[in-house]
């Protein structure tokens, strides 16, 4: 997955497939978590957000399944 590089104090990139509703972190400390069923919507608040690490830890950490893959 693509992953755009993104102004923040822990995050470095993030990337999201649309079909499978699929969010893909990159943490500057080089692990890459993906989250499954993040609706588009969701997303495109999590791109808009001040402190995108501030969103992820509220509304998209814990509330869904996710796994690390790097």
Known sequence: MNR???SS???ASVGYDEPSETLEVEFKNGTVYQYYNVG???YQQFCEAPSKGQ???AYIRN???YSRVG
Do not use: K, M
């Open 40 to 42: 588009a919507a969701l």
């Open 4 to 6: 755009d590089p993104v």
């Open 9 to 11: 104090s822990n995050l």
């Open 63 to 65: 509330a869904y399944p």
């Open 55 to 57: 969103f992820l830890n």
